[in-house]
């Protein structure tokens, strides 16, 4: 099995202070919160950033800028910083798009339902995607159940989508009662996925997250986990900060017979899912 590659995703597009203490919000915040990551396991950073004050939502470049910044400063040159391209209700597919193209990050995530969400959006989602594939962008689709799996296949055969092999996100438990996300929810999506179309990672909601994980870890997938998702241990407890959840499931990736990629092992990796 290749080495599994972990992100974190501190904060997400909602939570704030009064969900959680530690939930980075600001520049420097988010720059501490890498560097502990990091130290925890972690090869990327799934960063979302937040407007200064109100901590809504935001795709604004500077704002990105300050907090690539921040997370370089604390953590080094090293750590793959993947920005994200996700609505939240705040910004339509066209915001999205030009928020990318304006920010060229080294990796950015794209939900395929935002940014295809019809055929009348095809066309200009498919230059989009053309154009960061182009420029070297490291990409992860996300899908949200196993309908977007057999969508994302036919997208990619139509040439919609580019490249010949893919690293993508399984959202498992997005659309369960209370979002409480269990391990088998992710094999509805490996029924139309296979090792030729690319990597898939997970993330989940609830205190099954690491449990989630280290399944995909054993079936030679990958993770995201943080306080985007979930802020609770395995045990149901409150986790103090995004490392101890980051360390829980490291530490647990033995026992699923994988060992832990380093961010320069990761980033090879990722740059030849092409």
Not at 7 to 14: D, S
Not at 17 to 44: N, T
Not at 240 to 245: E, G, K, R, T, V
Request: proline share 5%; net charge negative.
């Amino acid at each position: 099995m290749t080495p599994a590659i972990i992100a974190v995703a501190p904060n997400g597009a909602r939570k704030l202070k009064p969900d959680h203490p530690a939930v980075p919000l600001s520049a420097d915040e988010l720059g501490l919160c890498a560097a502990q990551c990091l130290e925890a396991g972690a090869a990327m950073i799934h960063l979302h950033v937040r407007e200064p004050g109100s901590g809504r939502h935001s795709l604004d470049a500077d704002l990105y800028r300050d907090a690539i910044k921040a997370v370089r400063r604390e953590a080094g040159d090293d750590l793959i910083i993947q920005a994200t391209s996700e609505a939240a209700g705040v910004y339509d597919r066209h915001q999205q798009m030009a928020a990318m193209r304006a920010l060229m990050p080294e990796a950015c995530s794209l939900a395929v339902r935002e940014i295809l969400p019809d055929a009348e959006a095809e066309k200009e989602g498919s230059a989009f995607l053309a154009e960061l594939y182009k420029a070297g962008v490291m990409m992860q689709y996300i899908l949200y159940a196993a309908e977007d799996v057999q969508r994302f296949h036919e997208l990619k055969a139509r040439g919609i989508i580019p490249g010949e092999r893919h690293f993508v996100l399984f959202v498992l438990g997005r659309y369960t009662a209370g979002q409480k996300s269990e391990p088998a929810d992710l094999l509805p999506f490996l029924h139309d996925w296979s090792s030729t179309d690319g990597d898939f990672a997970v993330c989940a909601f609830g205190p099954k997250e690491s449990a989630c994980a280290l399944t995909a870890l054993g079936l030679n997938g990958h993770a995201r986990l943080g306080f985007e998702n979930n802020t609770l241990l395995s045990d149901g407890s409150t986790a103090p900060d995004n490392a101890a959840l980051i360390r829980q499931t490291v530490q647990a990736a033995g026992v699923m017979g994988r060992s832990i990629a380093d961010v320069k092992a990761a980033r090879a990796y990722l740059q030849n899912l092409r």
